[in-house]
């Protein structure tokens, strides 16, 4: 898996646990030994916080929020 397609799964992963269509940009990105770690905030933050951490599996590419920036 390439790190385009895993920025993509973890965009995905965020707007789908919030219900909407804002788009997200990674502002940290590391690959790590089964995946990637990724960070990403809000391309048109709207007010305090938003965005998240995501950690994409390298195997499948299945993609988990970690945790919510508030």
């Not at 965009?11 to 940009?25: I, K, W």
């Amino acid at each position: 898996m390439d790190s385009v397609f895993a920025v993509q799964q973890a965009r995905d992963a965020l707007a789908g646990q919030y219900l909407s269509d804002a788009s997200y940009e990674a502002v940290g990105f590391h690959r790590i030994e089964h995946g990637f770690l990724i960070s990403l905030v809000p391309a048109r933050p709207q007010g305090l916080g938003g965005g998240g951490l995501v950690w994409v599996d390298g195997d499948n590419a299945c993609a988990v929020v970690v945790k919510d920036y508030e």
